[in-house]
């Protein structure tokens, strides 16, 4: 009796460093980059059926984001339309984190209820829902204001999916003549539509941080003249026709000023001009060298530009009060077309590499460039608002066409729809 | 002394010795009324010194008796010599009366006055000469008393040296006797002394050898008791090193084992973990995992958020999309996987 308890007292002492001992702890360091699985369960349909799937325009946003992969159809194992209906085990088979279902019902012929719910499927939570009512309209916005918040939702980063690109299109005549187009598309280059059309060539287009004006070069006037223009009204003002080259404008952080290219001097030099007082200020004195494409550093005080002025086309600095520039750019014999990631890390440009043009991206901590296009017919890089992904043209078949890839080169995707020859994109800021 | 008294006497003229009788008579008779007073004091002096008790004393005693019956026989002698010269005196004196008688007779008459006259001046040369006479018994006794005294001193002191010489010896003897009985009883006290400190010292000595013994018997015994201590002690920790080399074994073991599975859990979270884009570094949650015994997710808590709730779902997700874990068979191994934790901290 007294041995045994004594020996279960040993145990017990014998176990008890266990007992003490802190617990176990597992490190996870690693990790994988890969898309976060979702399944997007085509919503419910109820009444008139809707003009656009908006499950599907959905679905095509997350994947085209690469942030998320979605379950192929032909793997969703039920279509639940609310919570009641779903056995949140079996979508756990499925290792899908995450689960939208949602349902669209005519209230009347021209207006629709939405309603979608996200939910962790490992912890049977809905993490986020909501319901609208739109008209027909409205649907196709609608979905992509639902990417947004599903986005935020699951990476905590803004959704750029309701945001817009601005680009020009290029469309050859029968009779032989070119019709330029400014277009604006939704993010993911569908439902295009022309806000500017010319026979003359229209450039460089520039959102206004608000969203609601464009700039842009237009030769309407058989010289280069720099526009404004208002995305509501359409009302446009003509705000640089200086002698010369009036080009590649970009509106500074806080809306109030375009930064310019002009060579009312004689060389092409950059320029701040104040909107509301039209007064103008020159930044850069260089009469040897082409100083153009000017944009703004997200403080506002700061300008990078392409310039010449080494001999090849590279990237500097400049106080947008104007003083000395500094070259930002050391990497290959070829920097131009600059653009500044929202959060000021990153600069995209077009880098020159054996007669070949890529888009590139330059850590502006640390300088560190990572080529991140692979075609070699690379324009006009554009980044998104969230910072994380760069819109750019290039070429597909001898013809222009729009494409965007994640900073980290991971992702690419085509935009836009085929058939159309398209250059000079320009990703819009989030629309507040 | 006497003898030359007598000498003397018997050379005198018969009518000087008739006178010096006549006065000799008289003064003698004072005289020998004091000769006993001389004598006594010696005896006294004897009788002072008589007492003893002792044997010695004793034989003094009848040394001083016999001493004292010598000095009665010379008193005796003396006695009838003085008695013979008395008769003998009172002899002569009877033929001289006789022949004074004759004489005197015839002549008295003839010889009365001038006798008369001569007797005068006679009586006054007699006065003088008995005077002188007188004088010189009275020197001669002196000196004969003195001579006596002296003698008597002389015996007497010699009694006395001898009685002092005998009381020395006495004394010496007794001194001696006593020194002999001081030294005996000395002796005897130091044969006590040394027999009882020989008695102590034997007795100190057998406490010692006690003491000794029973320490040695207690030394012996802590010895006997350490060293089974030390044998215990060893056995003891033998049994400890036993049992914590087989603890260590089996800790090792079972840490062989779970080290292994968390190894392969790590791996299976690692895989389907997605880190989300902006998981910057700095970025750790702390997730408690408790397990069912299949492997199955029961709970996931998080215990130390990233702060980041995109983040920390990520990693609850993981958790949950690695689930059901393979879990070690053996019991204490498997334990451990019971509630443990996972610490998603992109490098």
Known sequence: ?432 | MNKSLIENIIAGSYALILHIGLISLFVMGMESKSEPIAVLPQVDIVKATAISEDSVLAEMVRQQEHEQKQLRAEQDRQEKVEQKLLETQQELARKEREYLEQQEQAKIQQQQRELVAKQEQDKIQQLEQQRKVEEERKQQAEVDRKVAEQRKQKAEQERLVEEERKQQVAQERRVAEEKKRLAEADRQAEERRKSEAEQAAKLAEEQKRKAEAERLAAEKRQVEEERKAQIAEADRLLQESLANEQREQEVRRVGGVVQQYMSIISQRVTRYWIKPANATKGLQAILRVSLLPGGDVKQVTIVKSSSNAIFDRSAESAVYKAAPFSLPTDPKAMAKFRDFQFSFKPE
């Open chain 1, 1 to 432: 009796m007294i041995k045994s308890w004594l020996m279960a007292l040993s145990l017990l002492i014998t176990l008890l460093p266990w007992q003490a001992h802190a617990l176990l702890t597992i490190e996870i360091t690693g990790g994988s980059e890969a898309a976060l699985p979702i399944a997007v369960v085509p919503f419910g349909n109820e009444g008139f059926a809707a003009p656009e799937d908006i499950s599907e325009v959905i679905r095509n946003d997350l994947a085209s984001s690469g942030r998320f992969a979605p379950l192929p159809k032909g793997d969703l194992i039920s279509s639940p339309h609310d919570k009641s209906e779903i056995n949140f085990k079996d979508w756990r088979l499925l290792r899908s984190e995450g689960l939208l279902v949602g349902k669209v019902s005519s209230v009347d012929g021209e207006t629709y209820q939405v309603q979608f719910q996200l939910f962790d499927v490992y912890k049977s939570q809905q993490l986020i829902g909501k319901r609208y009512q739109v008209p027909a309209s409205g649907l196709r916005r609608l979905a992509h204001q639902i990417s947004d918040l599903i986005y935020q939702t699951l990476t905590g980063e803004v959704g750029v999916f309701s945001t817009r690109l601005a680009f020009v299109s290029v469309v050859n005549t029968p009779a032989g003549q070119k019709r330029y187009a400014l277009q604006v598309s939704d993010a993911d280059g569908a439902n295009p539509r022309s806000v500017l059309q010319s026979k003359q060539p229209i450039l460089s287009p520039s959102w206004s941080p608000d969203g609601e004006r464009l700039s842009y070069v237009s030769f309407e006037n058989g010289k280069a003249e720099v526009f404004v223009q208002e995305m509501r009204s359409g009302r446009r003002d003509s705000v640089a026709a200086f002698k010369g080259l009036n080009s590649a404008p970009s509106w500074s952080p806080d809306g109030k000023k375009l930064a310019l290219t002009l060579s009312k001097a004689g060389n092409p030099e950059i320029y701040v001009l104040e909107l509301a007082s039209g007064k103008l200020s020159r930044v850069t004195h260089n009469s040897q060298a082409i100083d153009t494409e000017a944009v703004w550093m997200p403080n506002g005080r700061e300008l990078l530009f392409t310039s010449d002025r080494g001999g090849r086309p590279q990237i500097y600095k400049v106080s947008a009060d104007g003083g000395r520039a500094s070259r930002v750019t050391f990497e290959g014999r070829y920097n131009a077309s600059a653009d500044i990631s929202a959060d000021g890390r990153f600069m995209t440009m077009v880098h020159g590499l054996n007669g070949k043009y890529y888009i590139a991206v330059q850590d502006l901590d640390s300088g560190a460039v990572q080529v991140l296009t692979e075609t070699g017919q690379d324009e006009s890089p554009s980044f998104a608002p969230n910072s994380r992904n760069i819109l750019y043209a290039t070429e597909q078949n001898g013809k222009g066409i729009l494409a965007a890839v994640s900073v980290d080169g991971r992702i690419h995707q085509r935009l836009g729809e085929s058939g159309s020859d398209v250059r000079e994109p320009a990703w819009s800021p989030i629309r507040k």
